[in-house]
Antibody, heavy 121, light 115 residues
Framework: QVQLVESGGGLVKAGGSLRLSCAASGFTFRDFYMSWIRQPPGKGPEWVSYIGRSGTDIHYAGSVKGRFTISRDDAKSSLYLQMNSLRADDTAVYYC??????????????WGQGILVTVSS | QPVLIQPPSSSASPGDSARLTCTLPRNNNVGDYNIYWYQQRAGSPLRYLLYYYSDSDKGHGSGVPSRFSGSKDASANAGILLISGLQSEDEADYYCMIWPSNAVVFGGGTKLTVL
């Protein structure tokens, strides 16, 4: 069965960095777009970034552009999010998510359990 | 990126219907998009419900009851989630989503209370 497991979250001071990882299993990872989505405490979900197959077609939300970098290692079936210059409003649960359509552009049918990132000011 | 507007709250009684809206800005025609809907119960992750593009292009998530349905209101430039035969378990937050060419956009969500 499809599994997405995030790691690398935690408490960091404003201005600091963190690298999130997402280990995928149960499907052919290289065949799918992948995305990071976050949800601040008590608020709705916010899309962060997505990456296409083979690491092409990368896009970011305006709120993280220039600070976050998404990447993937298909040999390890892993997705990454390098987060630099973190701010208090980056505090959220971060989810790794897979769109149902391997071309992207569809709903997200599988989500990780989420990992909490807390940025102290 | 377009902004999807959802009323922050809605309420209805068990057995009634709830109509939740997701309004797109005027420069983004709702007719051009699949509108995806998710449900989030307290303390749980998002659950995909359905998508609606047109009456001939729509779909439900696995295990989602048929009393959840989607539509569009072109005059309001909005996507609609209709929940009929409300049950207490339908009390949750509901989010709409679209996937324009270079971004993914979620609405702010509607908290549905089943009185």
């Amino acid at each position: 069965q499809v599994q997405l497991v995030e790691s690398g979250g935690g408490l960091v001071k404003a201005g600091g960095s963190l690298r999130l990882s997402c280990a995928a299993s149960g499907f052919t990872f290289r065949d799918f777009y992948m995305s990071w989505i976050r949800q601040p405490p008590g608020k709705g979900p916010e899309w962060v970034s997505y990456i296409g197959r083979s690491g092409t077609d990368i896009h970011y939300a305006g709120s993280v552009k220039g600070r976050f970098t998404i990447s993937r290692d298909d040999a390890k079936s892993s997705l990454y999010l390098q987060m630099n210059s973190l701010r208090a409003d980056d505090t959220a649960v971060y989810y790794c998510a897979r769109p149902a359509d391997n071309n992207g552009g569809s709903h997200f049918d599988f989500w990780g359990q989420g990992i909490l990132v807390t940025v102290s000011s | 990126q377009p902004v999807l507007i959802q009323p922050p709250s809605s309420s209805a009684s068990p057995g009634d219907s709830a109509r939740l809206t997701c309004t797109l800005p005027r420069n983004n025609n709702v007719g051009d998009y699949n509108i995806y809907w998710y449900q989030q119960r307290a303390g749980s992750p998002l659950r995909y419900l359905l998508y609606y593009y047109s009456d001939s292009d729509k779909g439900h998530g696995s295990g989602v009851p048929s009393r959840f349905s989607g539509s569009k209101d072109a005059s309001a430039n909005a996507g609609i989630l209709l929940i009929s035969g409300l049950q207490s378990e339908d009390e949750a937050d509901y989010y709409c989503m679209i996937w324009p060419s270079n971004a993914v956009v979620f609405g702010g969500g509607t908290k549905l209370t089943v009185l």
